[in-house]
């Protein structure tokens, strides 16, 4: 039976793509699966796939896939899952890597403790910079409610911390329907996924295993690109408001959820990284998101933030406009992906 599954998408990172699998190959065990998805790369990322797959193959499962067309890191990611075979099941994105023996390491941990899923910290590297980040949870090693991790409101828990190839899934969370990705999401598509876990799993824990290197600042990377699909976050936290107004509990959770979306809109709304044009749709769409939101719970957020953020959020609150859904769709985004001007 295969252990481990490791998902990898790759799209266009040729200059990166080499350590990344020369990291899987230091990670190699006969029961472990590497799921090598191309998300339609047109530049020599294929080949350097083919040559890895050769290498590979020796150590490890190997499986490739290549997309008719880009789909984003969501769809990647969501075809690496539905054919996923192992027990446990980890991800890693093409320009990052690994230390060797990770993995082995990694799935000790999850056995050890048994819980549905892990949670590791790891390094941010940015030229010869490297940043310790840290799963924002304070007990260390000891298994958990998922829940009790979404609170308080105000501070920085694990739901912000959103990285999926920072930790370790069992697979009863696949077959619970848990694990996939929002389809077409191009940016914080790992939002809705880890509010999900955290409000559906039934048990975790925040180690501090170190192993994924995780690479900022590359050029080709939605983080450093300021097109429509940098707009995707509004869809991505419509629908973590949209699942957490359903829960039980809704009343309890959603002043996280909603300071959280009003904290990424500012931070959007002062980025300087956008078009003029997409500028002015990020302004259209924040004000309808907004007016979305359950407004005692708005108020209540925008009381608990800086005065400099409130007041901005205020002003776009009160700008003329209809509360109604607006979202960027897949087409728009596949067109910006592809070089597009989208207006």
Same mark, same amino acid.
């Given at each position: 039976?295969?252990?481990?599954?490791?998902?990898?998408?790759?799209?266009?990172?040729?200059?990166?793509?080499?350590?990344?699998?020369?990291?899987?190959?230091?990670?190699?065990?006969?029961?472990?699966?590497?799921?090598?998805?191309?998300?339609?790369?047109?530049?020599?990322?294929?080949?350097?796939?083919?040559?890895?797959?050769?290498?590979?193959?020796?150590?490890?499962?190997?499986?490739?896939?290549?997309?008719?067309?880009?789909?984003?890191?969501?769809?990647?990611?969501?075809?690496?899952?539905?054919?996923?075979?192992?027990?446990?099941?980890?991800?890693?994105?093409?320009?990052? @890597?690994?230390?060797?023996?990770?993995?082995?390491?990694?799935?000790?941990?999850?056995?050890?403790?048994?819980?549905?899923?892990?949670?590791?910290?790891?390094?941010?590297?940015?030229?010869?910079?490297?940043?310790?980040?840290?799963?924002?949870?304070?007990?260390?090693?000891?298994?958990?409610?998922?829940?009790?991790?979404?609170?308080?409101?105000?501070?920085?828990?694990?739901?912000?911390?959103?990285?999926? @190839?920072?930790?370790?899934?069992?697979?009863?969370?696949?077959?619970?329907?848990?694990?996939?990705?929002?389809?077409?999401?191009?940016?914080?598509?790992?939002?809705? @996924?880890? @509010?999900?876990?955290?409000?559906?799993?039934?048990?975790?824990?925040?180690?501090?295993?170190?192993?994924?290197?995780?690479?900022?600042?590359?050029?080709?990377?939605?983080?450093?690109?300021?097109?429509?699909?940098?707009?995707?976050?509004?869809?991505?936290?419509?629908?973590?408001?949209?699942?957490?107004?359903?829960?039980?509990?809704?009343?309890?959770?959603?002043?996280?959820?909603?300071?959280?979306?009003?904290?990424?809109?500012?931070?959007?709304?002062?980025?300087?990284?956008?078009?003029?044009?997409?500028?002015?749709?990020?302004?259209?769409?924040?004000?309808?998101?907004?007016?979305?939101?359950?407004?005692?719970?708005?108020?209540?957020?925008?009381?608990?933030?800086?005065?400099?953020?409130?007041?901005?959020?205020?002003?776009?609150?009160?700008?003329?406009?209809?509360?109604?859904?607006?979202?960027?769709?897949?087409?728009?985004?596949?067109?910006?992906?592809?070089?597009?001007?989208?207006?």
């Amino acid at each position: 039976m295969v252990k481990l599954s490791v998902i990898v998408p790759f799209f266009n990172v040729q200059s990166y793509a080499p350590e990344t699998l020369r990291s899987l190959r230091a990670n190699s065990r006969s029961d472990f699966e590497f799921i090598l998805v191309d998300d339609t790369s047109t530049d020599e990322t294929p080949e350097i796939l083919d040559r890895a797959e050769r290498d590979l193959g020796g150590v490890a499962d190997v499986v490739r896939v290549r997309h008719a067309r880009n789909g984003g890191l969501a769809t990647a990611r969501n075809t690496g899952l539905d054919r996923a075979n192992g027990e446990y099941i980890t991800f890693l994105d093409g320009d990052d @890597w690994l230390a060797p023996g990770y993995y082995e390491e990694l799935v000790d941990c999850v056995e050890r403790l048994g819980c549905d899923f892990v949670r590791t910290d790891h390094v941010q590297c940015s030229g010869r910079s490297r940043t310790l980040a840290r799963v924002p949870h304070g007990r260390r090693g000891v298994v958990t409610d998922p829940r009790d991790a979404i609170l308080p409101a105000g501070r920085t828990t694990s739901v912000d911390y959103a990285y999926a @190839w920072a930790g370790i899934y069992h697979r009863r969370l696949l077959d619970r329907g848990l694990l996939h990705f929002t389809d077409g999401l191009r940016t914080a598509e790992d939002r809705p @996924w880890i @509010w999900r876990l955290h409000r559906e799993a039934r048990s975790f824990a925040a180690v501090g295993l170190l192993g994924v290197f995780y690479r900022r600042g590359v050029a080709s990377s939605l983080t450093q690109i300021g097109d429509v699909r940098q707009l995707h976050f509004i869809n991505a936290f419509d629908q973590v408001i949209e699942e957490t107004a359903r829960d039980p509990d809704a009343e309890t959770l959603l002043p996280k959820a909603v300071r959280t979306y009003c904290a990424i809109i500012s931070h959007h709304l002062t980025s300087g990284r956008f078009e003029p044009q997409v500028a002015r749709r990020l302004r259209a769409m924040s004000t309808a998101a907004l007016k979305r939101m359950p407004p005692d719970v708005l108020s209540e957020a925008l009381d608990s933030m800086d005065s400099e953020r409130a007041s901005r959020l205020r002003r776009l609150r009160r700008r003329p406009g209809q509360g109604t859904r607006t979202t960027v769709g897949q087409d728009e985004a596949h067109e910006a992906a592809h070089g597009t001007v989208v207006a």
